[in-house]
């Protein structure tokens, strides 16, 4: 949904639901965040890795707008400076997280494949309290090791991570020198709200730290300054 420029507004919103699904995603920036191994456990059964791929984003929210305070109509030239050739504009962002791979260490299948995942423990939630926390993304104990030289049952990439949420924010003054050439200040917020977007859990189900998150994706609130001359 798009408001072309008029009355000094203007904005752009979108939308997207989406659904990716491969049999591997080697290589992509979410392996690395991940940090295992996402290669096909069974060599032999290419089927047997088929599930959503890592950059299976389902649902994703831009807004970005732009308003331009209107200039004054006046003699008092104090105020048309202190009070004319102002903007703003902002990003709002707002995203599901990526999919997530449960792993086990320690070459359980004496395969060559990639990483090889757990057994589903029957009757365990996945998330027991129905909620999420840095500590205890997920459950642990709703997956177990497979017997040593066989293939764990669970799929590819489960379950979520953590979503994304961002705001960015901008106030600008215009400083018009003549007809064709003005000066303008910008105090840039990004991440405004200062709002922490974690980062992958440890999804490796047979290490102590197994659910846990320990790091964010975004930085905290950052302001930043600049002066641009247009012409």
């Not at 260490?105 to 004496?110: A, I, L, W």
């Not at 999804?203 to 641009?228: C, D, E, H, M, Y």
Request: charged share 15%; net charge positive; proline share 6%.
């Amino acid at each position: 949904m798009e408001k072309r420029f008029s009355k000094g507004l203007s904005f752009l919103a979108s939308y997207t639901f989406a659904k990716t699904i491969d049999n591997t995603s080697v290589g992509s920036a979410i392996l690395t965040a991940s940090g295992t191994g996402d290669g096909f456990q069974n060599p032999y059964c290419f089927s047997c890795n088929r599930g959503r791929a890592d950059s299976d984003n389902r649902h994703r929210f831009v807004l970005s707008g732009l308003y331009e305070v209107p200039r004054l109509v006046t003699s008092n030239s104090l105020a048309n400076y202190l009070l004319g050739g102002w903007e703003t504009s902002g990003i709002l962002t707002l995203q599901s997280g990526f999919p997530i791979t449960p792993f086990v260490t320690g070459g359980v299948s004496q395969s060559l494949g990639g990483g090889d995942r757990p057994d589903r423990a029957e009757g365990v939630p996945i998330f027991p309290d129905g909620t999420r926390t840095v500590n205890r993304w997920f459950n642990p104990s709703a997956f177990f090791v497979q017997p040593l030289g066989q293939f764990g049952q669970v799929g590819r990439n489960v379950f979520d991570g953590p979503g994304l949420v961002t705001l960015d924010f901008s106030v600008m003054k215009n400083f018009y020198v003549a007809e064709r050439l003005k000066i303008q200040f910008r105090t840039e917020f990004f991440n405004i709200a200062n709002h922490p977007n974690f980062n992958f859990p440890n999804s490796t189900i047979n290490t102590p730290t197994a659910g846990i998150i320990s790091s964010t994706v975004t930085p905290s609130r950052q302001i930043q300054f600049a002066l641009k001359l247009a012409f």
